[in-house]
């Protein structure tokens, strides 16, 4: 039934992603990386792959980053909530949902973080520069079929790209930029190495350095997945950007 009341239709797949999403924000999921749980909203990405959340837990801070830093696009929070972890006196995490900036509020409130960490809607970057930027932009580029699939398909790598094109303009001297990415549309044959570091040099960028690991989730083993060829070569990646 619709809000108003009135009879209304919904797919299987719809009712599916309805009651896992009731599930996971009750319950919350667990993040070793942050020592805590976090509960994710209806449409607002479910941070179940942790080894991405490794690469950001385990990565050398540049100079400033304990002072200032940025989550772009932050969703339920859980990137901004481990910057404050690791030490950021101040994070301000933005995301254009207001899902999402209702979820990661309650995250952050949830984890005794909402002081260090500010919440605000905001198309991709707030005003000013930071020694820290973290993005971590849905990772296939292609059109999502449902509200639920918004969080990780991201048509024409438009949030990927509109990063790398504005960094530099958020980036404190010195500073660094970090791009979370799988490369599984590479293996699909959605988006090349190619073009990704085409984006990066036309951005005026340079890349640090690059911290890789292999996914740990259950499909990533499963030969009985569609993807499996493809997901049996995919490599996450916490790529370090500079100015040029």
Not at 23 to 36: C, F, I, Q, S
Not at 148 to 161: C, G, H, K, Q, T
Not at 163 to 172: E, N
Request: neutral net charge.
């Amino acid at each position: 039934m619709a809000p108003d009341g009135a009879p209304a239709i919904a797919s299987l797949r719809e009712l599916q992603g309805l009651v896992g999403a009731h599930e996971w924000r009750k319950k919350g999921v667990d993040v070793p990386a942050l020592r805590g749980r976090i509960h994710p909203h209806f449409g607002v990405f479910s941070p179940l792959r942790g080894e991405y959340l490794d690469l950001i837990a385990q990565a050398p801070l540049p100079p400033g980053a304990e002072s200032l830093a940025l989550d772009i696009g932050t969703g339920t929070g859980v990137i901004a909530a481990l910057l404050a972890r690791r030490g950021a006196r101040e994070v301000v995490a933005t995301d254009l949902d207001p899902r999402a900036i209702a979820c990661a509020g309650e995250n952050l409130a949830r984890l005794g973080l909402d002081k260090q960490v500010r919440v605000v809607q905001a198309d991709m970057f707030p005003p000013g520069r930071a020694p820290l930027v973290v993005c971590n932009p849905p990772w296939v580029p292609t059109t999502p079929n449902a509200a639920i699939e918004r969080a990780v398909y991201d048509p024409d790598s438009a949030m990927l790209r509109a990063f790398l094109a504005g960094l530099s303009a958020h980036l404190a001297p010195g500073g660094e930029g970090w791009l979370v990415m799988s490369d599984l549309a590479e293996h699909l044959g959605l988006r090349t190495r190619d073009q990704m570091l085409g984006w990066i040099a036309e951005a005026g960028l340079r890349v640090v350095a690059r911290h890789d690991t292999r996914p740990t989730h259950p499909k990533a083993g499963d030969p009985t997945d569609p993807l499996f060829a493809a997901r049996s070569r995919e490599v996450t990646s916490l790529w370090r950007l500079g100015a040029a």
